[in-house]
């Protein structure tokens, strides 16, 4: 059984929508992270939440926002949402004390018409 | 300027021969060295890591790397592919207990029966 679940699978929006990507672990970590993979760049991390508190945020854009409503939710909105926006959301998490042993799940992948 | 360079897109290796993915970073002060493997439509799986110690690091299913200082370079290494390890194989760099991931671009493993 998967243990961070990614929902959904698959998203497609139209541009200037609002999408949100639902991420939940069921490993018992207190850290929780979103990456994003797109075609033009490699795997590039988004932000990470230690105990449900934004602990960094290499995002640039504002439109991009994590909600955390429980210590194993860490859902990711995104606002006015444009085609460079297509990419795969990956979730991940860890335990604080051992932030180098990530584990992902499989992804939203998100298409933006 | 924190980077990872994976030179390969693609690779192709018979199935039984040997495998080399190189991988090189740049890293200030003493980084978490990384190889994950993402098979298609799923997420990122740690293959290993190496943070200190003998410098060649034995990862799961048969897959090795070496650490060499002086080279900036963790190359991902197995003895005789099998046609399961046909996937994309990242090569990825964090600071201690961050939680952050830099990844390389990545490189294509193809195998021929």
């Known amino acids: 059984d998967p243990k961070i679940i990614q929902k959904p699978k698959y998203l497609v929006a139209v541009t200037g929508s609002e999408k949100i990507l639902i991420c939940e672990q069921y490993?018992?970590?207190?850290?929780m992270y979103w990456y994003r993979q797109s075609a033009k760049k490699p795997l590039e991390f988004m932000f990470s939440?230690?105990?449900?508190?934004?602990?960094d945020n290499q995002t640039a854009s504002s439109r991009f926002q994590p909600q955390s409503s429980k210590k194993n939710h860490l859902d990711l909105q995104i606002t006015a949402l444009k085609p460079d926006d297509s990419a795969t959301y990956f979730c991940?998490?860890?335990?604080?004390?051992?932030?180098?042993?990530?584990?992902f799940g499989s992804g939203t992948r998100l298409t933006v018409l | 300027a924190q980077s990872v360079t994976q030179p390969d897109a693609r690779v192709t290796v018979s199935e039984g021969a040997s495998l080399q993915l190189r991988c090189k970073y740049s890293?200030?002060?003493?980084?978490?060295l990384f190889w994950y493997v993402q098979y298609p439509r799923q997420g990122l799986q740690l293959l290993l890591k190496?943070?200190?110690?003998?410098?060649v690091v034995q990862g799961v299913n048969g897959f090795e790397a070496e650490f060499i200082k002086s080279n900036s370079s963790f190359h991902l290494r197995k003895a005789s592919v099998h046609w399961s390890d046909s996937a994309v194989y990242f090569c990825?760099?964090?600071?201690?207990?961050?939680?952050?991931?830099?990844f390389g671009q990545g490189t294509k493993l193809s195998i021929k029966p």
């Open positions: 990825a760099v964090m600071g201690y207990n961050q939680g952050k991931l830099i």
């Open positions: 890293y200030s002060g003493t980084p978490y």
């Open positions: 991940a998490s860890s335990q604080p004390t051992s932030a180098e042993t990530l584990y």
């Open positions: 190496y943070y200190s110690g003998d410098p």
């Open positions: 939440y230690s105990y449900q508190k934004l602990m």
């Open positions: 490993l018992g970590h207190n850290a």
